[in-house]
């Protein structure tokens, strides 16, 4: 079948293969919500009267018959085509003829290409988000169950103050809510119709941009059309960098998990099923899938800047280097959603060792609460500080449990305040709820089915 720009000549294949690249295989995941784009912009058109209502019906109906096909992974992309872009406008041509040839009226494959790749950011990131929110309920659960455990604090991974498991699992829990709100911020940045913008210049017919937008469920018009090609990669880089925080925040979990389920500590238990062994040693349960999570988080960091490097100095309007962003960027979705995920399933498994953790509470770890008790009894902090300080091999043990609960200013270890955590949870869980009903009633308008993107 032909290219969208093909004319009088056949490309070299060598240049084909080395610009297709991997298009043709990443855009699989784009197919449904180009679908979705193309119904829109065709019911667009055939209500400004460029195409007929039954020409529009006509690109509906084999819109809807790719849609099931891709729902049964039965569509197939190949280099030939270059992208999903060309693979739909070649079937709508072959099964419905002439109307097909009208379905690219108005756009190009430069909006076109940032439309599908906005529709489906927006499901993922929503996918994304119903991941991390599982994640911090199974946090906050711990924080909650074992609340009064105690743990001990470290710095510099030596002995430092008396902690708690609950504050060890809150600390995170709220880091991710935090990183909840970078990304919500992304969302509605990505959440903006640059559809009818063309190849960064608009065209000269009656487009009417707000119906296509409001057809796709996009908070608002991306305005300037220019701005539309210029915000490829941009944003697409604001969303990793986004993501990013969330996978610093694992790798965090991870390191910690592998230190405090080794034997010399056993603060925790990792579960045996998330667990691989050796091919040498038969005693080994290594926790490789922690080990993994360390390392994908600079994998994350590095999609995001070659994006950034990408699209670093290029002159205004559409460049083919835009290409080159779409892999990371889809890429770093997928690391987000199945790392998130797999971090929620340690947790939710990962077995407290009270016994254990008590056993980290030295005398001087209590060195701290020694000079504070000083303080209050009328020395300077100073003066305390150097009195215990000289004094180490003079103090005693003490009862962890009532040592914790004697902390009790906002956030410390009596006085962890998960319901602000809980709070802050709900009130996302209803955001994100909301936008997916919202994604599903799009695809319910546009085709009558619900089809889901990502």
């Known amino acids: 079948m032909a290219k969208l720009w093909q004319k009088n000549y056949e490309l070299d294949s060598f240049v084909e293969h080395f610009t297709v690249g991997n298009d043709y295989i990443l855009d699989d995941d784009l197919v449904t919500a180009d679908c979705f784009s193309s119904i829109a912009h065709a019911k667009m058109l055939s209500a400004i009267k460029i195409i007929s209502k039954e020409d529009f019906d006509k690109l509906q109906q084999g819109l ?17 085509d270059e992208d999903c872009h060309t693979a739909i406008e070649n079937y709508l041509v072959e099964k419905i003829g002439e109307a097909g040839k009208r379905i690219h009226t108005g756009r190009s494959r430069n909006d076109q290409v940032l439309t599908a790749l906005r529709v489906f ?11 991390a929110l599982a994640l911090i309920e199974s946090l906050i659960a711990m924080g909650q169950k074992y609340s009064n455990v105690p743990m001990a604090g470290r710095t510099h991974m030596q002995i430092a103050m008396p902690s708690s498991i609950g504050l060890w699992a809150m600390s995170f829990a709220e880091e991710l809510l935090d990183c909840l709100k970078m990304l919500e911020a992304a969302y509605h940045l990505n959440n903006q119709s640059p559809l009818g913008s063309a190849a960064s210049f608009g065209v000269p017919l009656p487009l009417d941009r707000k119906m296509s937008a409001e057809l796709l469920g996009f908070e608002k018009v991306q ?17 990793l960098d986004a993501l990013e925080q969330f996978m610093l925040t694992i790798s965090k979990i991870a390191q910690e998990l592998i230190i405090y389920s080794m034997p010399e500590f056993g603060y925790f238990s990792l579960p ?27 994998t994350m960091g590095s ?19 835009f290409q080159e962003t779409k892999e990371p960027f889809l890429k770093g979705l997928e690391l987000a959603h199945s790392s998130i995920g797999i971090t929620e399933l340690t947790i939710s498994n990962t077995a407290i060792n009270p016994t254990n953790l008590k056993k980290g509470f030295i005398p001087e770890i209590y060195a701290t609460d020694a000079a504070l008790k000083l303080v209050a009894e009328g020395m300077s902090f100073r003066d305390a500080y150097k009195e215990v300080g000289l004094n180490i091999d003079k103090l005693k043990d003490e009862d962890p449990e009532s040592i914790i609960k004697k902390r009790t200013s906002e956030g410390t270890t009596g006085k962890l305040n998960i319901d602000i955590a809980i709070c802050e949870k709900e009130k996302m869980e209803k955001f994100v709820s909301a936008e997916r009903i919202k994604n599903n009633k799009v695809s319910e308008n546009l085709t009558g089915k619900i089809f889901q993107i990502a």
Do not use: H, W
């Open 303 to 321: 999609y995001s800047i070659q994006i950034k490097n990408i699209i670093r100095s290029l002159p205004a309007g559409y460049n083919r280097d």
């Open 272 to 298: 045996a099923k998330l667990c691989s062994g050796s091919s040498i040693m038969p005693q080994k349960k290594n926790p490789d899938v922690l080990e993994l999570l360390r390392a994908k988080a600079a």
């Open 223 to 239: 305005n300037n059309v220019l701005y539309c090609n210029n915000s490829r990669g941009k944003i697409e880089s604001m969303i």
């Open 64 to 80: 809807i018959q790719i849609l099931e096909l891709q729902s049964k992974k039965e569509f197939s992309i190949t280099l030939a």
């Open 121 to 131: 950011g927006r499901s993922k990131i929503i996918s994304i988000m119903e991941t």
